[in-house]
């Protein structure tokens, strides 16, 4: 090291390992914080820290009869979503990006945030996070190294992800693979200058260097921008090493479904941000006899397994869901998680007596102090919360955790859902031809945006694979490397694929489809699908059920509704082909031949 004044907590560190030492002083030097702190994931470093993060006034704590060990946050006002716009894959070669990513020459990025960093920790304490995505215990553990100045990231990544002294070992075997993942919110304390509770800067930067596996993030506390192990890491940077290895790294949730015969099979599904993965995830069946039971909610590693079939592993720790919406009716699981305590709740709202409300939640209280700190009643025109307020909460607190959830081997997948939030066009469930078909589906789905990324609610845009916010590389690469997957394996052992929408409107704006535990019903047909056992009508689309294919039995909604939401519909299907076509001109030369294809097969079996 060189003659830079020591700070404390620097050269004491609990591990060995040269490259991370090395990694840490380097970062140490350019941010010159007050001090270092190598967290080691205890119970006693969660409860140093949590009590700081309450004297600083950052943290709110939450009555311990109602709700254990956890805590309220707000974040800034305009520090509430993942910013796309500031995200950046900054390959050498911006062909590599992308059309569908923000691209910024790798040199010219380090160089310009590097002076974002110079001194941005100043006043303030570094911490030094080893993370591991996934069991730590698996063959090849997928390492990371976040170092951070928020305090709240720390607090967030005890619950998201494997931490602390628990991946040391790992860490320190040489050779194994660690991912840098630099974080600040790039707020400096003068001598004497007062915190605020959530301090961050209106400059932001969340950059990923794919050939380096290095994240750089600046600005932002918000979850998706900075604990980087998750879209981050587990996303954008695995989504090019699957690349490069020949696996798949999705944004996807892991389900573990178990009929009346006792027979367990696990989906894994796609939907775009705050479209139902966590619901799904945590499915209640409606139906008689059948049970899920949670592997993940919201990524997927999968590869193939000794045996040729497509093994999925989650590689998070917990959960963290959108809060409106979840209540005792449509997420009863998500409910006792959160129950159970050692959770976090970010911009929701607080009740006067100590707990949290958000839109959507039973009860109906007179008085509250809404996400902003504002006084709220119900004749307020604000929601009380953020519409992506959040809970963080372990995993392992879920009621219907599989067994299998921290299995380094993996659950088999026998069948992959793709789906996003369409008022029209696409129907509740359709089953694709075939992988390569299954794969076009994927490629052009498409969802209207929600309030997790910033702007643009409402609108409809293409989202491939739920993974437009969030692939590392080039999209047409990306595609042919899902054709490459299907090509590679025994077909007669790859997951089918189908495209759901429990987002279909009426006339009035009302949902067609129940949803949630009704979900059940979709999830029975796929299963009875998989086994041969269940009817289906071909469209130019796919497979449909029609409604006497599903079962409905003890239904509620009318029927009138459920037709709707099952019916494939030509002339929607005719207007959605050259919003396709514009998507796939858009991403150009490095659009697979196959997908054309498929295009004008659609288009063929439309106008037949
Ligand atoms: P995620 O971000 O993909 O995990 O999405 P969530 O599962 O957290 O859900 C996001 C929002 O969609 C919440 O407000 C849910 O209440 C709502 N939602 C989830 N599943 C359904 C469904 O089946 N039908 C309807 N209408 N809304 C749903
Ligand atoms: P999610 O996204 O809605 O898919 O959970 C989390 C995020 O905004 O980073
Ligand atoms: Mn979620």
Redo the contacts with the bound molecule.
């Keep these: 090291m060189t003659a830079a004044p020591t700070i404390p907590g620097l050269d004491n560190p609990p591990l060995q390992r040269r490259e991370v030492l090395d990694w840490v002083a380097e970062v140490a030097e350019l941010t010159t914080p007050d001090r270092v702190v190598w967290c080691d994931g205890s119970a006693e470093e969660w409860t140093r820290l949590t009590d700081e993060l309450v004297e600083a006034g950052t943290f709110t704590r939450l009555d311990p009869e109602k709700k254990p060990n956890s805590f309220h946050a707000a974040s800034d006002p305009d520090d509430v979503a993942r910013v796309e716009e500031r995200t950046f894959i900054c390959s050498v070669d911006p062909k590599d990006a992308g059309v569908t990513n923000n691209w910024m020459d790798p040199a010219e990025m380090k160089a310009t945030m590097t002076e974002l960093y110079r001194g941005c920790m100043r006043g303030r304490t570094m911490f030094v996070i080893p993370f591991c995505m996934g069991p730590t215990n698996a063959e090849h553990p997928k390492l990371g190294v976040e170092i951070s100045d928020s305090p709240y990231v720390v607090v967030s990544m005890h619950i998201m992800t494997r931490m602390g002294a628990q991946v040391q070992e790992r860490l320190e075997e040489a050779g194994s693979e660690w991912v840098p993942a630099l974080h600040s919110i790039g707020a400096p304390l003068e001598p004497g200058q007062a915190d605020v509770a959530w301090p961050c800067n209106e400059t932001k930067y969340i950059s990923h260097f794919p050939e380096t596996r290095e994240i750089w993030s600046f600005g932002s506390g918000y979850g998706g921008n900075a604990l980087l192990g998750k879209k981050c890491y587990s996303l954008r940077i695995a989504s090019v090493m699957a690349r490069d290895e020949g696996w798949l790294a999705e944004h996807m949730l892991i389900l573990k479904l178990i009929s009346p015969e006792d027979k367990a099979y696990y989906v894994a599904a796609a939907?775009p941000?705050?479209?139902?993965?966590?619901?799904?995830a945590m499915l209640q069946p409606t139906i008689p006899g059948w049970r899920a039971e949670t592997v993940g909610?919201?990524i997927a590693w999968m590869r193939f397994g000794d045996d040729g079939r497509l093994y999925a592993v989650n590689p998070e720790f917990g959960f963290f869901?959108?809060a409106?919406?979840?209540n005792w009716n449509?997420n009863p699981n998500a409910m006792r998680t959160i129950e159970h305590g050692n959770a976090l709740f970010t911009n929701v709202a607080l009740t006067d007596d100590g707990d949290v409300w958000w839109e959507?939640l039973e009860g109906d209280p007179q008085h509250l102090t809404s996400w902003t700190g504002d006084e709220w009643t119900p004749a307020s025109a604000k929601p009380a919360a953020h519409p992506n307020s959040r809970y963080t909460v372990p995993i392992s607190q879920c009621p219907v955790v599989a067994s299998e959830w921290d299995d380094p081997q993996g659950v088999p997948i026998s069948a992959i859902l793709f789906g996003g939030r369409r008022k029209t066009t696409v129907p509740l469930v359709t089953e694709s031809f075939d992988w390569q078909h299954g794969t076009f589906m994927g490629a052009t789905m498409s969802s209207e945006m929600t309030a997790?990324a910033k702007g643009g609610k409402g609108q409809v845009r293409r989202d491939p694979m739920a993974m437009l916010p969030f692939l590392g590389y080039n999209v047409g690469d990306y595609f042919q490397h899902w054709v490459n997957v299907g090509k590679s394996a025994d077909v007669t052992k790859l997951p089918s694929i189908f495209y759901v929408n429990?987002?279909r409107r009426g006339e009035d704006n009302r949902?067609l489809w129940p949803?949630?535990g009704e979900?059940s019903r979709v999830l029975k047909w796929i299963i009875e699908r998989l086994e041969g056992k269940a009817a289906a009508t071909e469209t130019p689309i796919g497979h449909i059920p029609s409604a006497d294919q599903i079962d409905l039995d003890g239904i509620s909604e009318p029927m009138e509704d459920i037709e709707a939401s099952l019916r494939f519909d030509l002339e929607e299907w005719r207007e959605e082909l050259p919003l396709i076509e514009e998507w796939f001109d858009k991403i150009g030369d490095s659009l697979p031949t196959s997908m054309r294809d498929e295009l004008e097969a659609l288009k063929q079996r439309l106008n037949a």
Aim: hydrophobic share 35%; net charge negative.
């Design positions: 939907f941000s705050a479209c139902g993965k966590t619901n799904l909610d919201d869901g959108v409106p919406g979840t449509t959507g997790a429990w987002f949902f949803g949630f979900n």
